[in-house]
């Protein structure tokens, strides 16, 4: 496989890769293969992750979600929903090669000013940063795991 190994759980991927070299894979939440490139590495390991290690019911979660910012379509890369599908968690991927740096990590607030959610992920399939926003106290934490979904969504 040409992309890296992970800091992920391995998950099994169904890839098909044509006569001319260029690979797909099986997106289960989106139901249709699509093309792999590193980032999409990236987000079909850690899916599986957040439903096979972290209880996340795979109906709860969408891939590529549509939102509109200042009359923009932009796509979320992962969101969950909670079981009255309001949003909870938003997931940005990068491609393992590209730093997790407050630009991205500001890509995935944008979005938040949006869906509203408590909790927001950045990835890049190496380094996870994850933080919880407390809308009450209105402070954010960050911590050094990806929480259960038992925690997301009690």
Request: aromatic fraction near 16%.
């Given at each position: 496989m040409p992309f890296p190994p992970l800091n992920l759980p391995p998950a099994e991927l169904n890839i098909i890769t044509d006569d001319k070299g260029n690979a797909t894979v099986l997106d289960t939440l989106r139901r249709r293969r699509v093309r792999l490139t590193p980032e999409e590495w990236v987000r079909q390991h850690f899916t599986h992750y957040l439903i096979e290690h972290k209880g996340y019911p795979a109906g709860l979660l969408g891939n590529e979600v549509t939102v509109e910012l200042n009359g923009l379509k932009r796509r979320c890369d992962t969101v969950l929903y909670g079981l009255d599908r309001q949003?909870?968690?938003i997931v940005e991927?990068?491609?393992p090669t590209v730093s997790l740096t407050q630009k991205v990590f500001d890509q995935v607030w944008r979005y938040n000013t949006r869906l509203r959610v408590e909790w927001l992920i950045v990835s890049?399939?190496?380094?996870?940063?994850?933080?919880?926003?407390?809308k009450g106290a209105n402070t954010?934490?960050?911590l050094a795991e990806v929480p259960d979904y038992s925690i997301i969504c009690p």
């Open positions: 949003p909870r968690m991927y990068k491609a890049n399939g190496l380094n996870h940063v994850v933080c919880h926003l407390d954010y934490t960050f």
